[in-house]
Nanobody
């Protein structure tokens, strides 16, 4: 079992930055591949970014590529999402997730552990 708690969301203006964090506890964090997903009102949850268990490889949705960076610090049991050049369409509840797989995992259904989410609001 692993427990995940997101933080760092808030209200920002378009063009600015935010860094989300996801603190993990429970079983050894470093064995899990991780991902970020988001869900806007009235929309389905969508993939944002994923990272391997080692942190060596990341993968991004086209909508955030070049603006967002996923990273992890296994010594601190923490996953990050650096979000730059935010757009109003980035507004959503952002969730971190963990899976027992070690490679990149893009499907939400493959993740067994989820945080409670953190709200990101972007004003134009």
């Amino acid at each position: 079992q692993v427990q995940l708690v997101e933080s760092g969301g808030g209200l920002v203006q378009a063009g600015t930055s935010l860094r989300l964090s996801c603190a993990a506890s429970g079983r050894t964090f470093r064995v899990y591949a991780m991902g970020w997903f988001r869900q806007a009102p009235g929309k389905e949850r969508e993939f944002v970014a994923a990272i391997t268990w080692s942190g060596g490889t990341g993968y991004y949705a086209d909508s955030v590529k070049g603006r967002f960076t996923i990273s992890r610090d296994n010594a601190k049991n923490t996953l990050y999402l650096q979000m730059n050049s935010l757009k109003p369409e980035d507004a959503a509840v952002y969730y971190c997730a963990a899976t027992g797989s070690r490679g990149l995992v893009l499907l939400a259904s493959a993740y067994g552990y989820w945080g409670q989410g953190t709200q990101v609001t972007v004003s134009s």
